[in-house]
């Protein structure tokens, strides 16, 4: 009656052992899989512009290894505001200031 009694106690702990050795692989599975992280999910996103400015840098390499010409890359300039739209955003930016502040001295 011992003997069954060890058997018993023993594979109890033979359970437990297994048990928590399954719990630490799923673990380092999810782990592997991105699936526990608490980051961004999905590829990032690039803007049009930067894939253009990416496979204009990839042609210009390969048509340096092919001996071609190499076009060099040129990136779009920025657009320049007039000077009356940027007074005009100024202003309305001041006028949003002063209200708020008005609104939190009366607070």
């Known amino acids: ?4 009694s060890e058997a018993l106690a ?3 702990t033979e359970c437990v052992r297994l048990t928590s050795q399954i719990e ?3 673990n380092a599975i999810s782990a592997l899989n991105g699936s526990g992280s608490k980051g961004a999910t999905g ?3 690039l803007s049009t512009e930067a894939r253009a400015r990416i496979a204009a840098a990839q042609a210009a ?3 340096k290894v092919k001996g071609q010409k ?3 890359i040129t990136v779009a300039r920025k657009r320049k505001l007039s000077a009356s739209a940027l007074a005009k ?6 006028k949003r200031w002063a209200a708020w502040r ?4 009366a607070a």
């Open 61 to 63: 390499r390969w048509a």
């Open 102 to 105: 008005r609104k939190q001295k």
């Open 89 to 94: 955003i100024r202003a309305g930016q001041k």
């Open 1 to 4: 009656m011992s003997n069954i």
């Open 10 to 12: 023993q594979l109890e």
């Open 43 to 45: 590829p990032r996103k």
């Open 70 to 72: 190499v076009v060099p």
């Open 24 to 26: 630490a692989v799923r």
